[in-house]
């Protein structure tokens, strides 16, 4: 396999040099990747499973490196050579965070502009905002080469800018099935597409994502532990709040949630999932659709006397000051604002979710609303501890330090906040 991958990115070079094409015009059926499962089979292999993915072991007359065929998470069969890997590019929103949590960052041969923080010119609307994965790792993806812009405006991988970082795979969060397969055949490499799920850090697309990292790069240890101890934290929360009756539950508005860089007062969900966790009841119910959204001005000040307890979202305090410059009196229809019950969570979105920071937001979240069953929580403790699990090292203070995180979790001085 070795030989027809270095076969194959020969060819994709001169098809780069020589493409004028994007990646909408390589995705005919023409352009399928060539590590698929139809032609592992055909050569006599064995279909097996393997952490919940599809696996397809090929006879081999090397040991060191078995090749088999995993399902990535759109669906996908590629084969890979699980533990082989020595360059690796992450793409797409989310990717190279992910990627961090359990593969080894001193194999990247390449980070997207976004992801480093030395360039001038860059995507820098996530610079103020807590993002952990930059934390723990920024100094080290500011000495890689580039391997495409990034942020919220890409909408395509940029196939001549990651062959000249030379990886031999590529873990991608851009989730279209011939795009991919376009671009493993451009690239020559196997393309791995991830996927979170719309509940984030808690949904099993997370999970298998994590799974998926970890068969790939020899790490179904470190990947399993990690998923253990998300599962053991939504437990620890929802059994302190499975017996609180709903006639004594505050109801609670979420609002600033970010949605592709764009967020205000009115972004909010009605399924945001730390509520569902957390047991919380959620003032926000009758919107057709669910996932974070914008509702109408006129439904916030309808909804107002109901709030008991208000959250916003840090990376949306930027957006909602000027709005407040401009009319002080927005949140007067609001009881929570009236009463002194607002609080700020970290940021939830920035360059897609922060999935310890969800972990970490539906604590905090939890025990304002329920006080008395979280009496001995300590919001930085947990900071440090979830960064520790995800990460490797404790970030709380590095976090609480980011402008756009106004000094941590808090419960917030409405007469002076927004001043």
Known sequence: MRKQLLRKKIVAVVMAAAMSCGMM???????????TAASA?????????VNGNTV??????????????????????????????????????????????????????????????????????????????????????????????????????????????????????????????????????????????????????????????????????????????????????????????????PSVYICGLGNWGTTNHLM???????????????VVTDLENNGIQEIEEEKLVSMGEDIDIMFIDAAAVKNIKPLYAEDNTMFDSIKAWNDGEVYLEMAYNAYYTNYEIALINTWYIASVVYPEAFEDFDVEAKTDEVTQMFLGTPLASDIYEKPASFGGYQKIDTATFFN
Do not use: H, W
Not at 268 to 280: D, E, K, L, P, R
């Open 25 to 35: 015009a390589c995705g005919s059926s023409e352009g399928k990747a060539p590590n």
């Open 41 to 49: 089979n055909e050569e006599g292999n064995i279909d097996a499973s």
């Open 56 to 249: 397809s072991e090929e006879a081999s007359e090397s040991d060191e490196a078995k090749e088999i065929t995993i399902t990535d998470m759109i669906g996908r069969e590629v084969i890979i050579e699980p533990g082989s890997y020595k360059k690796v590019v992450c793409i797409g929103a989310g990717a190279l965070r992910m990627y961090s949590y359990v593969g080894d960052v001193s194999i990247l041969c390449g980070v997207e502009d976004i992801d480093n923080e030395s360039l001038e010119e860059r995507p820098q609307m996530f610079d103020g905002v807590a993002r952990p994965y930059m934390l723990a790792y920024g100094d080290v993806f500011a000495n890689l080469p580039s391997c495409g812009v990034g942020g919220p405006n890409a909408q395509a991988a940029e196939a001549e800018k990651i062959l000249t970082c030379e990886p031999d795979i590529v873990i991608s969060e851009y989730e279209d099935v011939e795009k991919e397969d376009a671009l493993s055949e451009q690239l020559g490499v196997p393309v791995i597409t991830l996927k979170a799920g719309p509940m984030g850090v808690f949904d099993e697309s997370f999970a298998g994502s994590m799974e998926l990292l970890g068969q790939i790069f020899d790490q179904e240890e470190r990947a399993e532990e990690l998923i253990t101890y998300i599962e053991d934290e939504k437990n620890a929360i929802s059994e302190k709040t499975k017996d609180i009756k709903d006639e004594d539950k």
């Open 268 to 282: 909010t969900a009605q399924n945001y999932v730390s509520f569902n966790i957390a047991g919380v009841k959620n």
